[in-house]
């Protein structure tokens, strides 16, 4: 018997350094919500699961993080092609000042450990490695909804999901094309 996993279950299989990328992307102002960096408690909050600590971000950490989300933006936006490599160029010339150093704890297994460079930001560049190397980064996407535009990861098997949410971006796009086709 052929073995269905529920959407629910697909969710709950998110990786959670993916969940980590989405929320900062979704930290930049889009549609009514202002940007969550801008707010100290707000930022650590984003930031924690990328090794933030309790206290509140510097300014300096700041700014770094908003360079490298608004790196990850053009990623997640640009087309395949020559567009995108640029942008990973640009990533990578702004993760070049984080260092980690490879450690083989057991035969077949690898970690990485950070050595240098801001820790948030290297938690951040961990967590896109993490993705890219999985297979796992073209998850990745913007809702198709250009007045939405929120970031999602899309856990679906064929992954051709469009929007964050389908009952709410998806449903309401569709009925606007029902409609401007009904009228011409």
């Keep these: 018997m052929a073995k269905t996993t529920t959407p629910v279950a697909r969710e709950a299989a ?93 035969p077949g297994l690898v970690q990485l450990r950070q050595t240098g460079g801001d820790p948030v930001v290297g938690g951040i560049v961990g967590a896109v490695a993490a993705l890219v190397a999985a297979g796992d980064w073209s998850r990745v996407r913007l809702c198709a909804n250009d007045h939405c535009r929120g970031a999602f990861y899309d856990s679906s098997r064929s992954r051709t999901r469009r929007w964050h949410s389908y009952e709410f971006c998806g449903n309401r796009t569709n009925v606007a094309a029902y409609r401007a086709r009904r009228q011409s």
């Excluded at 993916?18 to 100290?40: E, T």
């Excluded at 924690?48 to 300014?59: C, H, L, T, V, W």
């Design 14 to 106: 998110v990786p959670a350094g993916a969940v980590a990328v989405v929320d900062l992307l979704n930290s930049r102002a889009h549609g009514s919500l202002g940007d969550k960096l801008d707010a100290l408690e707000s930022a650590a909050v984003v930031l924690r699961p990328f090794g933030q600590d309790d206290g509140a971000p510097s300014a300096a950490r700041l700014d770094l993080v908003r360079a490298v989300r608004s790196d990850l933006l053009e990623l997640v936006a640009a087309p395949d092609g020559e567009d995108r490599a640029g942008n990973w160029a640009a990533l990578s010339g702004r993760a070049a000042s984080v260092t980690f150093r490879q450690e083989f704890a057991a």
